[in-house]
């Protein structure tokens, strides 16, 4: 089946850094990658889409300039929270889809906390 | 905007009990449906998804879900669950341009 990873799975860092997340998939090309955050005991909450070569949609409320995102190939999309504060502090999941099948396989999260 | 609900946030059953979380979605539309699962410490995996077709889904596992376009619903099956199904279960909803939108989920605790 479809495989996609994330890097780091945990990383914890100060305010005022940025932090890069990884997506990679594996075995298929993803033309379209999405970003979500899940707060504990809650659903997954969509932050943007982005599809490979183009800039990313960012859903109402995302901080465009603090969560940058680069979909740069069909198997790699970052994330990059800049000036990273303690609010930001959750659970970051990626998911992957091929065109034309309304699929997506998830990433296994990354748990940031900013100290 | 889509929603999605999902009525029972906390599911507790025995093992070999039948299961049924609901599901309902606001959207008058053609949706393509989804049911995922998390197991603790674990991604998020499809258990199956409703696309067109036959209303009745069967899944992974031993899961079906019913979808019933009149009640704008897509509630999850299983005859008898296993102390392994204990995970949390999200319904999600696809209205075009391939954007989910996820219910709250429903946490399932199986006693042995």
């Known amino acids: 089946g479809a495989v996609v990873s994330q890097h780091p799975s945990r990383v914890i860092c100060k305010s005022g850094t940025s932090v890069k997340i990884e997506c990679r998939s594996l075995?298929?090309?993803?033309?379209?990658m999405f970003w979500y955050r899940q707060f504990p005991k809650q659903s997954l909450m969509l932050m943007a889409t982005s599809n490979e070569g183009s800039k990313a949609t960012y859903e109402q409320g995302v901080e465009k300039d603090k969560f940058l995102i680069n979909h740069a190939s069909l198997t790699l999309s970052t994330l990059t929270v800049t000036s990273a504060h303690p609010e930001d502090s959750s659970f970051y999941i990626c998911?992957?889809?091929?065109?034309?099948?309304?699929?997506?396989?998830f990433g296994p999260g990354t748990r940031l906390t900013v100290t | 905007a889509q929603s999605v609900s999902q009525h029972n946030h906390h599911v507790i059953l025995s093992e070999a009990a039948s299961l049924e979380l609901g599901c309902n979605y606001s959207?008058?539309?053609?949706?393509?449906l989804f049911w995922y699962v998390q197991y603790p410490g674990q991604h998020l995996q499809l258990l199956l998804k409703?696309?067109?077709?036959?209303?009745l889904v069967k899944g992974i596992k031993g899961f079906e879900a019913e979808f019933i376009k009149s009640k704008f619903s897509f509630n999850l099956r299983k005859p008898s669950v296993q102390w392994s199904d204990t995970a949390e279960y999200f319904c999600a909803v696809n209205a075009g341009f391939q954007k989910l939108v996820f219910g709250t989920g429903t946490r399932l605790l199986v006693s042995p």
């Open positions: 959207y008058g539309g053609t949706v393509n």
């Open positions: 998911s992957a889809t091929e065109s034309v099948i309304y699929e997506q396989y």
């Open positions: 409703y696309f067109s077709g036959d209303p």
């Open positions: 075995d298929f090309q993803a033309t379209t």
